[in-house]
């Protein structure tokens, strides 16, 4: 049977049912960031195709777009509880993996006064702890639990960008939607090739040779929560988009496939999924297809679940496993296994632990039921 969720914004009860291969989709997405920043040895060089990691991110944007949009779209929009559900989703555990990752890796290893002083050190947890230190100007870029820059352009699209969006109509013209969609992700993509730079995330001082490269991230965020914006309202209308991606998501998941190929021999970058996420979500709106079905499994689904906990625990277990190993290049195929079942049960842990508990406890407050915008 297909939960349901009751999403509470004032007078009007709206009721939606959930996407559980969106889910499902999250929680691959997240899989594969973790299990790229572990940088296994596998036969045949097979972790190439792990290596989409800095794309999924991306995704994870244009879910959030999409998700944010599915939630609230049709509600009496209230800027002051979809905040505050906003922070009880996200900001407990980002602020628990700071602490832990400053208390026990960036400050007893990295600060020292030539290549990272205390003082700047201090500037960027104050910026981290309020989750502007991605944003160009105000920050540096830098982040100690070096995933969670995008948590920063999250928050960055929470504040200032939905609800701008949600105020706006998307173009109605399946034409206009396709040549924004295309935009968007066209920008996204050249300056992620041309300026990206991940070493403005690392706890060092550095400055990048181009001043693009601090707007890349920002960018990304923008253009792929636009663009799972625009999904959504193909989505809503039911336009030739998202008749043609749900019909074709076979051919769909297939280029994904093909551009994974690419990578492996080295003819493509990553970063072109791009072009294809907001398509993929379409597609995986119908839940009869065999993709959505798949990622529609209870595994998958409750991996989806603690796509969060995975996203931002895997690096403390992976530094956990560093200490006690040595240098990743070196461990057996049987320390890889340990270390994704550690993650994976850490993951379990911490959502149980933290997310939930805390999101529940501010709805509980609001009196508010729990809604799907707690998995966006």
Same mark, same amino acid.
């Given at each position: *049977? ?79 509880? %979809? ?47 309020? *989750? ?104 809503? =209308? =039911? ?24 990578? %492996? ?42 796509? %969060?906990?995975?996203?931002? *625990? ?51 407050? =609001? ?10």
């Amino acid at each position: *049977m297909e939960s349901r969720h009751i999403v509470q914004d004032g007078p009007a009860h709206h009721l939606r049912q959930e996407l559980r291969a969106l889910t499902g989709l999250r929680g691959v997405a997240a899989t594969v960031v973790a299990l790229a920043h572990f940088h296994p040895t596998l036969p045949y060089d097979l972790q190439e195709f792990f290596l989409w990691h800095d794309a999924a991110v991306d995704l994870f944007f244009c879910l959030s777009g999409f998700t944010l949009s599915y939630v609230y779209t049709g509600t009496n929009f209230q800027f002051s509880p %979809y905040l505050i559900a906003r922070i009880a989703r996200i900001y407990p555990l980002y602020l628990v993996t700071l602490i832990i990752v400053g208390a026990t890796y960036t400050w007893p290893v990295l600060v020292n006064p030539t290549t990272y002083p205390a003082s700047t050190s201090l500037t960027d947890f104050v910026l981290q702890v309020l *989750m502007l230190n991605a944003w160009p100007i105000i920050g540096t870029g830098v982040h100690w639990n070096m995933q969670s820059w995008s948590i920063s352009i999250e928050w960055f699209c929470y504040i200032l960008l939905f609800p701008l969006l949600l105020r706006l109509k998307a173009p109605r013209s399946e034409n206009v939607k396709l040549l924004c969609v295309i935009a968007l992700t066209a920008v996204s993509y050249a300056l992620f090739v041309r300026f990206f730079d991940e070493r403005l995330t690392n706890p060092e001082l550095y400055a990048a040779e181009s001043p693009w490269s601090y707007w890349v991230n920002l960018v990304r965020g923008i253009a792929g929560f636009t663009t799972g914006w625009i999904a959504f309202s193909s989505f809503e =209308q =039911q336009d030739e988009i998202h008749t043609l991606c749900t019909k074709f998501s076979a051919v769909i998941w297939l280029c994904f496939w093909a551009i994974l190929v690419l990578l %492996y021999f080295g003819l493509a970058n990553s970063h072109a999924l791009v072009f294809l996420f907001p398509f993929v979500v379409l597609a995986a709106t119908d839940q009869t297809s065999a993709t959505s079905r798949l990622l529609g499994l209870k595994a998958l689904h409750f991996l989806g679940v603690i796509s %969060y906990s995975i996203y931002l *625990m895997h690096f403390i277990v992976f530094l956990l496993f560093r200490l006690a190993f040595g240098v990743s290049s070196t461990w057996s195929i049987w320390v890889y296994a340990a270390l994704i079942i550690a993650t994976f049960g850490i993951s379990v842990l911490s959502y149980f632990a933290i997310e939930r508990p805390a999101r529940d406890a501010v709805r509980s407050l =609001q009196g508010k039921p729990a809604d799907l915008a707690a998995r966006a």
